[in-house]
């Protein structure tokens, strides 16, 4: 079945940085849309960015752009979410998640409705 198995979360000092994987297992996501969410407690599930399988095209919200990266390893079918000058407000719990190409490019990434499978998640936390 598919999998999607996140890693690498912990406790760091604001400024520090932290990389994130999300090994993908069950089908070839050579198509799919990856997505990365955080929820915050008390939050709501926020997008943080995501990357296009195939072309590795990456789209980022404005809160996480020039600090976060996203990037796809083909041969390891994981995707790496690379976390840079972080901040106690970037603490959360961190998802990934895996879109169908079946959704048009024009529908937004940051749409979480449009994500079918999901991780468990991974605990970030950015001390102060």
């Known amino acids: 079945q598919v999998q999607l198995v996140e890693s690498g979360g912990g406790l760091v000092q604001a400024g520090g940085s932290l990389r994130l994987s999300c090994a993908a297992s069950g089908r070839s996501f050579s198509m799919y849309v990856m997505g990365w969410f955080r929820q915050a407690p008390g939050k709501e599930r926020e997008f943080v960015g995501s990357i296009r399988w195939n072309s590795g095209n990456t789209y980022y919200a404005d809160v996480v752009k020039g600090r976060f990266t996203i990037s796809r390893d083909n041969a390891k079918n994981t995707v790496y979410l690379q976390m840079n000058s972080l901040r106690p407000e970037d603490t959360a719990i961190y998802y990934c998640?895996?879109?169908?190409?079946?959704?048009?490019?024009?529908?937004?990434?940051?749409?979480?409705?449009?994500?079918?499978?999901w991780g468990q998640g991974t605990q970030v936390t950015v001390s102060s």
């Open positions: 998640a895996a879109r169908s190409p079946a959704w048009a490019p024009s529908v937004p990434p940051a749409a979480d409705r449009t994500y079918e499978d």
